[in-house]
């Protein structure tokens, strides 16, 4: 019986006891499962991030716009035509701080919900509680200046066609991710039943188990909630699905 994606949905997220329909479907078919299923929420968080992205562009445009000084972007080297620090508020986005003299350190971050502190060799970025570092001699090869900037970057729709196109694409790698760390531990612990199963239908179940976590981590990113402390709780609730789904299907005789 080929089972349609939304009764696959319900089943993964509603009764693990049903689990063995799925153990009936193809690993091909579990795999788009998992495709379609990023596919719909990644898009939803991508939009919310392109949304936010576009909104960013226009504060720093109107930035630029109102006296910003002028600036290049050489070799990696960023180097603005003001010494003193500049801190660019937005209430309703992320506020900028640009410090190409190296006065502060990242941890000033920690004052801000969401802000980006931009050094003359570094940028970090504070959207939850971790504070991302990325080094500017990854673009050395580009060179840009104020009035290049503003036609290339602030009004090109690039990067917001990148996060709409790319982030699903990210998301579903990272939740096949999120699968195969399930399935490994899924073996440890299933040992211990001491029942025969084959891997690929583990690996296959494990999928269908990372529904709930997926959607968990749908929400987080969505509310932009990050815990790196609660980071194992996704894994813990896909392995239970994992685990008494198996139970069951071996009790009954279910898997093919």
């Known amino acids: ?30 795999l788009g499962y998992i495709f379609i299923l990023c596919l719909i929420l990644g898009v939803l968080v991508s939009t919310k991030l392109a949304y936010e992205y576009k909104g960013f562009l226009n504060f720093i445009e109107a930035e630029l716009n109102n006296s910003f000084p002028d600036f290049i972007f050489e070799k990696g080297i960023l180097k603005v035509k003001q010494q003193d620090i500049i801190v660019l508020k937005n209430k309703e986005n992320i506020d900028l701080i640009i410090d190409t003299i190296s006065k502060l350190d990242k941890n000033i971050l920690t004052n801000y919900d969401k802000a980006v502190l931009i050094q003359k060799d570094k940028i970090f970025i504070k959207l939850n509680s971790n504070i991302d570092e990325t080094r500017l001699d990854t673009f050395k090869k580009i060179k840009l200046n104020k009035n ?39 073996i440890l612990v299933i040992s211990f039943l001491r029942v025969t199963i084959l891997s690929k239908n583990i690996f296959k179940l494990s999928m269908y188990a990372s529904t709930t976590p997926i959607i968990l981590n749908t929400i987080l990113m969505l509310f932009n909630y990050r815990n790196p402390k609660l980071n194992y709780i996704p894994i813990i609730i896909g392995l239970s699905y994992l685990f008494f789904s198996i139970k069951f299907i071996v009790t009954t005789k279910y898997e093919d």
């Open 1 to 30: 019986m080929k089972l349609s994606f939304l009764k696959k949905f319900k089943i993964s997220i509603l009764n693990y006891k049903e689990y063995g329909l799925l153990n009936k479907s193809s690993f091909k078919s579990a």
């Open 148 to 186: 290049e900037f503003k036609k290339y970057i602030v009004k090109s729709n690039l990067g917001f066609l990148i996060i709409i196109i790319g982030f699903p694409f990210v998301f579903f790698m990272e939740s096949i991710f999120l699968s195969f760390l399930i399935f490994l531990l899924g």
